[in-house]
């Protein structure tokens, strides 16, 4: 075999690989949950929000209000060439407490448990809906007539 015939199959083998390589699943993975042996730690009744953040860490997202639990939440997501992103599996740790701000439960739910752990927001609604800052300033300069502004300054 000829040197040129040689390296036109050494570079088509060379593209045949980095095609199949393209279409390979690549898995990527979001967030945190604490080991076993790190959750071990923490006893359930004794400790607090404060002892809990230095023996596993600050929780992916705590409760809204000052009583709410600690998530701690893991997640796979498996990219495959054209197709969406699908979450192939997911861990969250739920640690509640009671009103003195002490562990009163630990929790672990998976993506086939199928429970979904309430996660709210608050948001402040304005009274005036959709309207933006500049609608509404825009808005009341149409609103004045001659008249309120003699008025104003008699």
């Known amino acids: 075999m000829t040197g040129i ?36 730690q ?30 701690y939440i893991e997640s796979n997501v498996r990219h495959f060439a054209y197709r969406a992103p699908e979450e192939v599996s997911r861990e969250i740790l739920a640690i509640s407490f009671d009103a003195g701000g002490v562990v009163s439960n630990i929790e ?22 959709d309207i933006s800052f500049i609608r509404k300033l825009f808005g009341n300069i149409g609103g004045v007539s001659a008249e309120d502004l003699l008025g104003a300054s008699r």
């Open 5 to 40: 015939g040689m390296k036109l199959r050494l570079g088509l083998l060379t593209v045949a690989f980095g095609v199949l390589s393209a279409c390979s699943a690549q898995y990527r993975s979001h967030g945190y949950v604490p080991l076993e042996g790190d959750l071990q």
């Open 42 to 71: 923490i006893v359930v009744g004794v400790d607090t929000r404060a002892s809990v953040e230095d023996l596993i860490g600050v929780p992916t997202i705590s409760g809204v209000s000052g009583d709410g639990g600690y998530y």
């Open 108 to 129: 672990r739910y998976g993506l086939e448990d199928g429970i979904v752990v309430p996660i709210s927001r608050r948001v402040t609604e304005t009274g005036a809906g």
